[in-house]
């Protein structure tokens, strides 16, 4: 039994495991894969104060620095279900392997993934030219080409940032015209180095090996193929929040991430959460981190007041 079970051990996970454990109460984690997102990439430039790190060097110090306390580490365990506290007040955590583990609180941070293209060369060049996030690695393509794929809000808002950094975007929409709000296409079309193609599937990432050289699309209408010639891919076609486990229980906002308040409470008492699996918007590590600490700090603030006589 434990005070505070975290539940996902990427950067809002652990965050939330050493804030809980520095107030002297049992805390756990159990976490599909200690680490989370931050396995998947390499640079990392803007986690502040550390100007240059590497996604598995900073995933082993966040292993590091919960393991430097008395925390209960279960990694390699997917959760699968979450009852709610009945009268004995304790939540229950179900897991893939049978067992159950029951707590007083529970911070669920399962994190989020991207969706995919799904196309050939999209695995092979990941962290090579293929990108998933402009506020991470926009930088690295200073004055290259790149190619934004999906013109939701998330794929044009990333190309206007892209376009103030690269020397040219094309944006490639698969529907006939964009879906983004009126306003950021108007600011995108204003823009001197976007072109937006519509209409284009996109069906291979082209590369030399080592790096990203280009992408083919077919032209949805007359069904021919085109090549472009660039650097980067950017993949703006979805962030997936890993919740699928707690529909029904925990209130989800339509895309699926838990509905928090400003202490990172959930819909659910006693249950908290944070970072790419929430409502909080922008999905970065210094925020993931950050709402991970809040969310600590507000079951331990919940504990001292169910506790009082
Ligand atoms: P995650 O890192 O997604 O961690 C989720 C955790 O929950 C994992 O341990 C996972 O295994 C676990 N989990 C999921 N489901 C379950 C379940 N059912 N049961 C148990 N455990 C579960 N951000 C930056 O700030 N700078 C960057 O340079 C940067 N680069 C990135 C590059 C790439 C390729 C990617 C994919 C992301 C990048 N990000 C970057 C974003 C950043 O990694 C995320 O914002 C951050 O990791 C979110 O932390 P989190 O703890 O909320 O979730």
Redesign the pocket.
Same mark, same amino acid.
């Given at each position: 039994m434990f005070d505070v079970l975290v539940? /996902?051990?990427?950067?809002?996970?652990?965050a939330a495991a050493v804030y809980a454990a520095r107030k002297g109460i049992r805390t756990g984690v159990?976490?599909?894969? =200690? /680490?989370? +997102?931050?396995l #998947?990439?390499m640079?990392?430039? *803007? =986690?502040i104060s550390v100007p240059h790190t590497e996604?598995p060097k900073l995933a082993a110090a966040l292993e590091q620095h919960v393991r430097e306390y008395d925390v209960d580490v279960m990694n390699l +365990?997917? @959760?699968?279900a979450l009852v709610p506290a009945g009268a004995d007040g304790l939540v229950e955590i179900r897991l893939a392997n049978g067992a159950s583990l029951k707590s007083k609180t529970v911070v669920l941070?399962? /994190?989020?993934?991207?969706r995919q293209m799904g196309v050939p060369g999209e695995n092979e060049y990941? *962290?090579k030219g293929v990108?998933?996030?402009p506020?991470? #690695?926009g930088p690295l393509f200073k004055g290259k080409r790149v190619a934004v794929i999906g013109g939701g809000n998330s794929g044009v808002e990333a190309a206007i940032d892209l376009a103030g950094i690269v020397a040219h975007v094309t944006l490639v929409e698969f529907d006939a015209k964009l879906r983004a709000d009126e306003v950021l296409q108007r600011k995108l079309r204003s823009l001197p180095n976007v072109r937006i193609v519509t209409s284009a599937q996109t069906t291979e990432v082209l590369g030399d090996g080592h790096k990203v050289t280009g992408l083919v699309y077919t032209d949805r209408v007359g069904h021919d193929a085109h090549r472009l010639e660039l650097e980067g891919v950017f993949v703006q076609i979805g962030l997936l929040p *890993?919740t699928e486990?707690l529909k029904g229980t925990v209130e989800l906002s339509p895309r699926g991430e838990i509905v928090v308040d400003d202490r990172g409470q959930t819909s659910v008492p006693g249950v908290f959460a @944070? /970072? #790419?699996?929430t409502t909080v918007p922008y999905? +970065?590590?210094?925020? @993931?981190m950050g709402?991970?600490s809040k969310a600590a700090l507000a079951a331990f603030d919940h504990l001292i007041r169910a506790s009082a006589p």
């Open positions: 539940v /996902g051990g990427g950067p809002a996970g652990a159990a976490a599909e894969r =200690f /680490g989370g +997102q931050v #998947d990439t640079a990392i430039e *803007n =986690f996604g +365990q997917r @959760a699968t941070s399962t /994190g989020a993934r991207w990941r *962290n990108a998933y996030c506020h991470c #690695d *890993n486990w @944070a /970072g #790419d699996c999905k +970065q590590i210094v925020i @993931a709402e991970g």
